[in-house]
């Protein structure tokens, strides 16, 4: 993750106050010990459904095998 926020600065500082920068790994670690993956698990089935109510797609591809046409 930090590899991508360093790759992607200039991108996410348009979302983000990043005075000190990207923040290192164990930040990251620290966040997501603090996620419960039960509640994480129904936000992201929530967030999941109202993608396919939005769209009306029964699928939803994530993994960009589709765009690369693989």
Known sequence: M???G???LDWLEEFFALPNGIP???T???????IN???FERCFQRWVQ???E??????ILIDGKNV???
């Not at 990251?28 to 603090?34: G, I, L, Y």
């Open 54 to 59: 939005a769209f009306g797609a029964q699928v």
């Open 50 to 52: 109202s993608m396919v």
């Open 68 to 70: 690369r046409g693989s």
């Open 24 to 26: 290192c790994p164990d």
């Open 28 to 34: 990251f670690r620290r966040v997501f010990e603090r």
């Open 6 to 8: 360093l790759s992607k």
């Open 37 to 39: 993956p039960k509640v």
């Open 2 to 4: 930090e590899n991508y």
